[in-house]
């Protein structure tokens, strides 16, 4: 099942700040964020582990929630170039493997 | 630089048609994915390759079979292509997790394939 990502669209101005969320019904081991721009394919931004190690973007920070099966992506002072997609993918507990199961995405549109 | 090509960009087929999508990396990852994208339904996983001649089913197999010959190479194939397989379909490739089977490692896309069945 996927895990649900709120909010579905989010439009900002330069330097704004926005929260995207994601949800799963299942415990997880870990949370990828992925971010796409129009056109192009997604791009890794960050991981978050059980646990509380992280490993990714300078500018772009997130929370992970164990007990709660949630994540919270924070991006703050928002510029032109953060426009795109938002991903989440989710690393169940169960699945042994190396798979992740991605949200539906969150659109943000960042303009001047 | 960490690269995943896909071996077109645009695809139009026919009906019934058989359909090979293939996808190339050259960094030495273990795992393979297969993703199609279509609007307000994200990324949904078809079929994941852990190693040569090694797959699991993703979320939506169905209609879908996969071929992993090669470490870099895996191949996506619509056996008898249908009309509701129309959708943009990309590859992936990560380096295998810890023993274990979690994964630390991102993923690495492809540009993607839009294929359009007539």
């Known amino acids: 099942q996927q895990p649900v990502q709120s909010p579905q669209a989010v439009i900002l101005r330069e330097g704004e700040d926005a929260v995207i969320n994601c949800s799963s019904s299942k415990a997880l081991y870990s949370v990828h964020w992925y971010r796409q721009k129009h056109g192009e394919a997604p791009v890794f931004l960050m991981i978050l582990l059980k646990g509380g190690e992280q490993k990714g973007h300078e500018k772009i920070s997130a929370s992970f929630n164990e007990k709660k099966q949630q994540s919270s992506l924070y991006l703050t002072a928002s510029q032109l170039s953060y426009s795109g997609t938002y991903f989440c993918g989710t690393e169940a507990e169960s699945y042994n493997t190396d798979k992740l199961i991605f949200g539906t995405g969150t659109r943000l549109q960042v303009f001047p | 630089d960490v690269k995943v090509t896909q071996s077109s960009r645009y695809l139009v087929k026919r009906t019934g048609e058989k359909v090979f999508l293939e996808c190339v990396q050259d960094m030495d990852h273990e795992n393979m994915f297969w993703y199609r994208q279509d609007p307000g339904l994200g990324l ?71 294929l359009t069945v007539l």
């Open chain 2, 44 to 114: 949904r996983l078809i079929y994941f390759s852990y190693d040569v001649k090694m797959k699991e089913k993703g979320d939506i197999p169905e209609g879908y079979s996969v071929s992993r010959e090669k470490k870099e190479r895996f191949s996506l194939i619509l056996e008898s292509a249908s009309t509701n397989q129309t959708s943009m379909y990309l590859c992936a490739s990560g380096s295998a997790g810890l023993a274990g089977g979690n994964s630390y490692n991102e993923q690495f896309f492809g540009p993607g394939t839009r």
